[in-house]
């Protein structure tokens, strides 16, 4: 079946370290994005990539880094400079970059601080 | 003004009832728009999508359209407990490049 791919389910992080979370798409999409929401709150934009080897950065870009080095994998590193990292991250992907087609998510990492 | 906006609720329905969730957007070269429905501690799933003004049915739910308006609704008859969930309204903006998500309503149906 055709999906996306989130890993882990739940994340501890200790201070100072810095934590990967993976997301993996066999649906052939050009688009994949990532976001971040906050316990009763909407869905904010982190990163997003349209094609391998480029990424933008979204609205909360600070303390995060991603790469995309091959077209089904778009990894997000959340680094020690995040200070307030317990969220729930969502991977998304789409398939023409910035048309008219929904994004489709994955199951979500839940990343909380030891 | 925010790109999409919906009221966060919650809204409480009996179950058998029609529930009404509404967006509005700003955009107005905005042509598509979709509606996911979010159950506690999940992520979103994709349940309606609309591209033209006026109304979509699919089985309960009915997505409308009204672009003279910048409104978007999304209606549930027949609503069941099961029903109950965050349903989140996004689209993209006229130029395609950014895509914008309400912050979502939450729906409670009532047994």
């Known amino acids: 079946d055709g999906g996306i791919t989130q890993s882990p389910k739940y994340l501890f992080r200790k201070e100072g370290q810095n934590v990967t979370l993976s997301c993996e798409q066999n649906l052939n999409h050009d688009a994949m994005y990532w976001y971040r929401q906050d316990p009763g709150q909407g869905l904010r934009l982190i990163y997003y990539?349209?094609?391998?080897?480029?990424?933008q950065k979204g609205d909360i870009a600070e303390g995060y880094s991603v790469s995309r080095e091959k077209k089904e994998s778009f990894p997000l590193t959340v680094t020690s400079a995040q200070k307030n990292p317990t969220a729930f991250y969502l991977c998304?992907?789409?398939?023409?970059?910035?048309?008219?087609?929904?994004?489709?998510f994955g199951d979500g990492t839940r990343l909380s601080i030891l | 003004q925010k790109e999409v906006e919906q009221n966060s609720g919650p809204l409480s329905v009996p179950e058998g009832a029609i529930a009404s969730l509404n967006c509005t957007y700003s955009?107005?070269?905005?042509?598509?728009f979709f509606w996911y429905r979010q159950y506690s501690g999940k992520s979103p799933e994709l349940i309606m999508s609309?591209?033209?003004?006026g109304d979509k049915e699919d089985g309960r739910f009915t997505a409308q359209l009204n672009k003279a308006s910048q409104y978007v609704s999304l209606l549930i008859r027949d609503s069941q407990p099961s029903d109950s969930a965050t349903y989140l309204c996004a689209g993209p903006g006229y130029n395609f490049n950014k895509f914008y998500f309400g912050s979502g309503t939450k729906l409670n149906v009532k047994p």
């Open positions: 609309i591209y033209s003004n």
């Open positions: 990539s349209q094609i391998v080897n480029d990424f």
């Open positions: 955009d107005r070269g905005s042509q598509s």
């Open positions: 998304a992907s789409s398939t023409i970059p910035g048309s008219n087609q929904p994004q489709h």
